[in-house]
T-cell receptor, first 114, second 116 residues
Framework: NAGVTQTPKFRILKIGQSMTLQCTQD?????MYWYRQDPGMGLKLIYY???????DKGEVPNGYNVSRSTTEDFPLRLELAAPSQTSVYFC?????????????FGSGTRLTVV | GNSVTQMEGPVTLSEEAFLTINCTYT??????LFWYVQYPGEGLQLLLK?????DKGSNKGFEATYRKETTSFHLEKGSVQVSDSAVYFC???????????????FGKGTLLTVNP
């Protein structure tokens, strides 16, 4: 199984550009999450989804949008990129019993906004 | 709200030294506790977990015991190797406000460097 796959692995954006970070999982997990990781700051939750068609904001949603049209895919959209969005982005998924099994993470997308 | 506090890094050890990384938590209800490891350039991987008080999680020589009385979940390893060099994250999963929303809450991470 591939687990959680994120693309691209690296991207450089200019201020004001937009892009979509792709995330797909093949484990039939209901729950999916987007985190950003800044140096020395741990992981902060951007958005999450508890199933197809249902999304909700996390701690730091401003500047981002998500959609969940299928169980497998959970893309993250950046509109009008800003330097503050320079970060490493991780997608994760978990089964319904997330308290017991934790999350499966993708390998991340390193984004630089210049 | 829920929170996780883990010891500040970086931690630098020699090979075969004993490792402890402290983690304490604040949570409503009865959380599940986790340690994740992030090797350079990779995503987070689940290292071990414990789902109730006094449970001991273990994997790859690492151990952590869920201590409800001290709200702690300290990570230990008796003899570290160079290959253990990574960032370690303590995390908890608990409902918010008694609901069914069990998002993971992470600590800030501790960078471990093991020298030969």
């Amino acid at each position: 199984n591939a687990g959680v796959t994120q693309t691209p692995k690296f991207r450089i954006l200019k201020i004001g550009q937009s892009m979509t970070l792709q995330c797909t999982q093949d484990m039939n997990h209901n729950y999916m999450y987007w985190y950003r990781q800044d140096p020395g700051m741990g992981l902060k939750l951007i958005y999450y989804s508890v199933g197809a068609g249902i999304t909700d904001k996390g701690e730091v949603p401003n500047g981002y949008n998500v959609s969940r049209s299928t169980t497998e895919d959970f893309p993250l959209r950046l509109e009008l990129a800003a330097p503050s969005q320079t970060s490493v982005y991780f997608c994760a998924s978990s089964p319904r019993d997330r308290g017991l099994y934790g999350y499966t993470f993708g390998s991340g997308t390193r984004l630089t906004v210049v | 709200g829920n929170s996780v506090t883990q010891m500040e890094g970086p931690v630098t050890l020699s090979e075969e030294a004993f490792l402890t990384i402290n983690c304490t938590y604040t949570a409503t209800g009865y959380p599940s506790l986790f340690w994740y490891v992030q090797y350079p350039g990779e995503g987070l991987q689940l290292l071990l977990k414990a789902t109730k008080a006094d449970d001991k999680g273990s994997n790859k020589g690492f151990e952590a015991t869920y201590r409800k009385e001290t709200t702690s979940f300290h990570l230990e390893k008796g003899s570290v190797q160079v290959s253990d060099s990574a960032v370690y994250f303590c995390a908890l999963s608990a409902s918010n406000s008694g609901g069914s929303n069990y998002k993971l809450t992470f600590g800030k991470g501790t960078l471990l460097t093991v020298n030969p």
